[in-house]
């Protein structure tokens, strides 16, 4: 069930709240990955609790600001929010890429080593 659509059916406020936990979660996330696969899994669940947030964030003001003044503030949140969390996301992904190159790099060494100290 997309996300927009189970904030219209619990509420804006509460599921606001729920996917920005999944959201600060997920960033969270990127400090204890340390392969390809579990990166590309936190970065999916990343967007997916970005963009409900978006979502349900868009539902919440749709309430509680008048219609002239929603584009505008929907567009100053955004740019903040993004702000925020994606210059984290790629740091974790120059990371993640400099590490995985370093194990395959360093693990023929590792392996010649290894042969060499059984003859």
Same mark, same amino acid.
């Given at each position: 069930m997309?996300?927009?659509?189970?904030?219209?059916?619990?509420?804006?406020?509460?599921? @606001?709240?729920?996917?920005? =936990?999944?959201?600060?979660?997920?960033?969270?996330? /990127?400090?204890?990955?340390?392969?390809?696969?579990? /990166?590309?899994?936190?970065?999916?669940?990343?967007?997916?609790?970005? @963009?409900? *947030? @978006?979502?349900?964030?868009?539902?919440? &003001?749709?309430? *509680?600001?008048?219609?002239?003044?929603?584009?505008? &503030? =929907?567009?100053? &949140?955004?740019?903040?929010?993004?702000?925020? #969390?994606?210059?984290?996301?790629l740091?974790?992904?120059? #990371?993640?890429?400099?590490?995985?190159?370093? !194990? !395959?790099?360093?693990?023929?060494?590792?392996?010649?080593? #290894? @042969? #060499?100290?059984?003859?």
């Open positions: 997309p996300l927009g659509r189970l904030a219209d059916r619990r509420g804006p406020r509460g599921m @606001s709240v729920l996917l920005a =936990l999944a959201t600060a979660a997920a960033i969270a996330s /990127f400090l204890l990955v340390s392969g390809f696969v579990a /990166f590309v899994a936190a970065a999916c669940l990343y967007a997916a609790a970005q @963009s409900g *947030l @978006s979502a349900a964030r868009q539902a919440l &003001l749709a309430a *509680l600001v008048p219609a002239e003044q929603r584009t505008g &503030l =929907l567009a100053r &949140l955004d740019g903040q929010f993004r702000g925020d #969390s994606e210059p984290a996301v740091v974790e992904a120059a #990371s993640v890429r400099e590490r995985t190159f370093r !194990h !395959h790099r360093n693990r023929p060494n590792a392996e010649r080593l #290894s @042969s #060499s100290a059984a003859r």
